[in-house]
């Protein structure tokens, strides 16, 4: 059984890490492991670059794989990052301050150490791709180093981190062409505002915290107009979202394969209770599915380009 503070509502302790030997379980929440949530968000849109670039074929289930290990290895590295850097923030904040680092399970040393090893993971999968697109991941890494900083000078980390968070589509789209172009810019682009989005809706589990600590967020500036806000994001970020793929293939059809997921971010916003903790908290994690209906419009636009 693995302790875990119930200040931290969204962890997933049970499965395949309650299996891992009690010394390695605290650098698995380190990473946050027991979270996968933040895995899956990092890896959709290098999916959509993929699915529409490539459509249904065997280098787009081989580029996949790739960026799905690559996403699980480089969101745990940005984690340990944030956390050594936020250890003493986070020791100030009741929803943090049982994290590994500031609860003392895990030394700064061996912090790092880890942080290390998750690093050449992502290194090996940055091998694998082509040259291009090894340079512009590679580029990601001075937004990845500033992050942790942001929430100290900007009221709005969540955009720095849609920068961040969104920059695999442009990866995945110059994997499959090897260069890029309006469809690969504007999938990024509409990814920026989804994750600021979703990231205020988040952010609203801190609020008091934040306040207390000095934490500046979206949630904290958009106050009680938090709804209307998140709104006007998941709006930008479809609109993005169909230009990419009217780029692709202008047609009427194209767009109509957006609502499913225009619909479920309409769902979050209209069903979203800014002071519920636990309701916040669901609607932040259902942009899983949000990824997942996106990716299946590009792959369906993608594939029907292709033929």
């Known amino acids: 059984m693995i302790s875990e503070p119930l200040s931290v509502p969204d962890t997933e302790t049970r499965g395949l890490l309650a299996l891992l030997p009690a010394a390695a379980r605290p650098y ?32 787009t289930v081989w580029l996949m794989l790739l960026f799905g290990i690559g996403a699980i290895a480089m969101r ?19 929803r943090t301050r049982g994290r590994p680092l500031p609860s003392g399970q895990v030394t700064l040393k061996g912090a790092w150490a880890f942080l290390i090893s998750l690093c050449l993971v992502g290194l090996a999968v940055l091998l694998a791709l082509n040259w291009p697109a090894r340079g512009i991941a590679v580029a990601s890494l001075a ?33 499959v062409t090897g260069g890029l172009s309006a469809p690969g810019l504007l999938l990024y682009a509409g990814g920026i505002p989804w994750v600021v989005g979703y990231d205020t809706i988040y952010a609203l589990q801190d609020i008091e915290d934040d306040v207390l600590a000095g934490v500046k967020s979206s949630a904290r500036a958009m106050g009680a107009h938090v709804r209307p806000g998140v709104s006007a994001l998941y709006a930008a970020a479809v609109a993005l979202w169909g230009a990419a793929l009217w780029s692709v293939r202008p047609d009427p059809l194209v767009l109509g394969s957006l609502i499913p997921a225009a619909l479920h971010l309409g769902w979050q916003v209209a069903t979203l ?19 997942f209906l996106i990716f299946a419009a590009a792959l369906v636009v993608g594939s029907a380009t292709r033929l």
């Open 76 to 94: 745990g590295a940005g984690c340990v990052y944030n956390d050594i850097v936020d250890r003493d923030l986070d020791a100030r904040v009741a």
């Open 143 to 175: 937004l990845v180093a500033c992050y942790p900083f942001m929430k100290r000078i900007t009221w709005w980390p969540q955009a720095w981190l849609g920068l961040v968070f969104s920059w695999a589509a442009l990866v995945g789209w110059v994997a």
């Open 28 to 59: 698995a929440m380190l990473a946050r492991f027991d979270r996968p949530i933040g895995a899956w968000l990092l890896f959709w849109p290098g999916a959509w670059a993929i699915a529409l670039a490539g459509g249904a074929s065997v280098r």
């Open 273 to 291: 209770d800014p002071a519920s903790a636990t309701g916040s908290l669901a609607r932040f994690r259902a942009n899983r599915t949000t990824g």
